[in-house]
């Protein structure tokens, strides 16, 4: 990933979104630009122009936190936006970061697949940074079957399937919402990893497949995945309407734990009851081991 590229264009793209109005800037004649201009921001953060220009032209090395935070109060940024900022102001620095933990070559805690097994009524699995599937329950797997057995996904991953299969827009009814989610959620993580090789292979690869991936991919939005409601229409069972919790993994760096829930007394509750009845004799192809992805 170019990080000054990145820095550039994510805070440019933020700039352009606030309007002088909404800082308080009234007047000001014919504007060239459709937001706030450099010079604006750097007298609402607080330092000088030039100095604020060497960071939107991707210079973010040695920029302390109090000028970020100055610049996000500036820009408006919501946490992930803060989040992302800081992730890419840490990549930009010349000392070298620790060593993050990995996940390449390491098995599934047999204690966590139990976890995972002990939830009978709810979908559960856990997916890495990319979008993969790693493990699940048997109701989450069932939930899960379509994505895995697609061959766009390549073995389960979410964003292949999204993007590069005819069956998601089927599959998931809200597809619009949950395309811009993934994007969104790809940019938070490669902020946050931008030397994770897998995680720039796949990207690129949507990059060049995808044009409504590539729209979405220079919009620059992130954003976090943490609750929700998912509304899909599965094949064997129809609509389904399951809210969702994710929950990270501390022993598991970049792992998460999504939890899927349908409301007490609904239809969606009888399906997903009776999907986790197909899924318990087997009718459910996508109940086959699947491999670990790291």
């Not at 993007?163 to 790809?186: K, M």
């Not at 998912?230 to 129809?238: A, C, D, F, S, Y």
Request: proline share 4%.
């Amino acid at each position: 990933m170019d990080c000054q590229a990145e820095v550039r264009d994510f805070l440019r793209t933020r700039r352009d979104r606030i309007t002088p109005q909404d800082v308080g800037i009234i007047g000001g004649g014919n504007r060239r630009v459709p937001g706030l201009r450099r010079e604006e921001v750097a007298f609402l953060a607080g330092v000088s122009v030039d100095y604020y220009a060497r960071l939107e032209r991707g210079n973010l090395a040695g920029v302390s936190d109090e000028v970020l935070g100055a610049i996000a109060v500036v820009l408006r940024l919501d946490e992930a936006e803060v989040d992302h900022l800081h992730d890419l102001a840490r990549a930009a620095h010349p000392v070298p970061a620790r060593t993050r933990k990995t996940h390449a070559g390491h098995s599934l805690r047999p204690s966590l697949q139990r976890f995972l097994d002990s939830m009978t009524e709810s979908a559960a699995w856990i997916r890495n940074e990319r979008g993969d599937f790693i493990a699940g329950n048997a109701l989450g797997r069932a939930v899960y079957a379509p994505i895995m057995e697609d061959p766009a996904s390549q073995g389960g991953n979410n964003a292949l399937f999204a993007f590069l299969s005819p069956a998601a827009r089927n599959y998931y009814r809200d597809w619009e919402i949950g395309a811009d989610d993934i994007v969104a959620t790809l940019r938070l993580a490669a902020g946050r990893n931008p030397r994770d090789k897998a995680l720039s292979d796949l990207i690129g690869e949507l990059v060049t497949r995808s044009d409504e991936f590539n729209r979405r991919w220079a919009s620059h939005n992130v954003r976090f995945h943490r609750t929700g409601v998912k509304r899909i229409n599965h094949p064997l069972v129809g609509d389904l309407d399951l809210t969702y919790e994710g929950m990270h993994l501390p022993d598991d760096p970049g792992w998460t734990l999504f939890g899927f829930t349908a409301e007490i007394g609904s239809h969606s509750e009888e399906r997903l009851r009776l999907l986790g009845s197909l899924s318990s004799t087997g009718a459910i192809s996508g109940e086959r081991n699947t491999q670990l992805r790291s």
